[in-house]
């Protein structure tokens, strides 16, 4: 099981001060905390991809290759790719490059967005939203896997001869993860393809994510790529902790209640009854996540938003130092525990280039 955390990148106002960082610290903090990601023992670090105010992730594969510069072992991911408006040529090409920056710690997580305007920005229709995720995706795997492609679509010109440069590192493409938050065709996408599904799992209530997993499970089994057990889930969350849970809860109220995303709504405790939200103690936040596996199984990638709202960098460091010290070591230990065999590790590139080779030498075997 992996441990990470993701971030969305937002400018935000820090309601105790009115200190807002500029679009440069705000970059430059975001790759202080993807380093201490790693100096914790976290296992993931992924960042959003945006391209309105008050964000500053527009270009996801130059943030973490500058990441992949400076860490050795973390594994860098997006939180999500836009599969709709981005070519996806650019991203065939810019994903294989950062594999080969990398030394293959790079997956890539698929999804629409939650902005609206983008797609006129980037020429696109949001009433064409579920085609062009699933024509884009389609390109997206012949391009990876194929070195001569020949195509034709509705959403975009054909493609005649063309290669996909740089091709995938040792051949194999990144492992993908489809995100979602509501939309059912994209766990239905990810299951005909036997790929990951991610649950963004952080503004829902848990009986909503549940039914999208079982159906990406279901679906998974129905193509034929294994047992429901033995599909491929991740899941997203939000945590503030302090030792002391009245402290947490007092500290972190004032950013919750303006946070750009779900400030001025339900209360910071209705959100947290509603949803996997845990402000409180190391302990609270280790409790809640265990019972993510009660309704959804167990899964492969758990991941958290620690840098939002306009949280200081102090306090990011160290919500990712109770994260490394007092809550990771238990959260293995315990996911850990009674996990079937049957359920799969979640991919690494190693993984993938083994299986590959596996299936190399069973072709060769049956010819």
Known sequence: MQFGIFTVGDVTADPTTGATPSEAQRIRDTVAIAKKAEEVGLDVFATGEHHNPPFVPSSPTTLLAYIAAQTERIQLSTATTLITTNDPVKIAEDFAVLQHLADGRVDVMLGRGNTGPVYPWFGKDIRAAIPLTVENYRLLRRLWREDVVDWSGEHRTPLHGFTAVPRPLDGVPPFVWHGSIRSPEVAELAAYYGDGFFANHIFWPASHTKRMVQLYRQRYAHHGHGDPEQAIVGLGGQIFMRRNSQDAVAEFRPYFDNAPVYGHGPSLEEFS?????????????????????????????????????????????EQLDLLGEEVLPVLRAEFASGRPARVPDAPTHAALVAAAAEADTAAQVQS
């Open 273 to 317: 009854a509603q949803t996997p939200l845990t402000v409180g103690s190391p302990q609270e936040v280790i409790d809640k996540t265990l019972g993510f596996r009660d309704y959804v199984g167990d899964y492969q990638r758990q991941l958290f938003l620690v840098d939002h709202a306009g949280l200081p960098l102090k306090t990011v460091l």
